[in-house]
Nanobody
Framework: QVFLVESGGGLVQAGGSLRLSCSGT????????MSWFRQAPGSEREFVAT????????FYADSVKGRFTISRDNARNALYLQMNSLKSEDTAVYYC?????????????????WGQGTQVTVSS
């Protein structure tokens, strides 16, 4: 099992940027898909972005496409989410997740390990 810890959240004004990081320890970090999800108060956890094991393939939710960039550095056991042009509707707790199998990347139930989350608040 891989253990995940997110960092980099905070309070930012609309139009600003943040970079989230996710550090992994334990099982071989570079061998599986990684993704970011988010959950706003009163809402279900929703898919944000995913990246395959070697970083060559990415996919984004329509709501963040063109504004967010997911990347990974397997040598550092790290996953990143660069968030630009932030909007108030991006306010949520952001989670990184690891998928050991081959389920649907946008489905939270496909994932095996989760971090504890980091709060992102965008003020308008």
């Amino acid at each position: 099992q891989v253990f995940l810890v997110e960092s980099g959240g905070g309070l930012v004004q609309a139009g600003g940027s943040l970079r989230l990081s996710c550090s992994g320890t334990g099982r071989a970090f570079g061998s599986f898909r990684m993704s970011w999800f988010r959950q706003a108060p009163g809402s279900e956890r929703e898919f944000v972005a995913t990246i395959n094991w070697n970083g060559e393939s990415t996919f984004y939710a329509d709501s963040v496409k063109g504004r967010f960039t997911i990347s990974r550095d397997n040598a550092r056991n790290a996953l990143y989410l660069q968030m630009n042009s932030l909007k108030s509707e991006d306010t949520a707790v952001y989670y990184c997740a690891a998928e050991y199998g081959s389920g649907a990347p946008v489905d939270a139930s496909s994932y095996d390990s989760w971090g504890q989350g980091t709060q992102v608040t965008v003020s308008s």
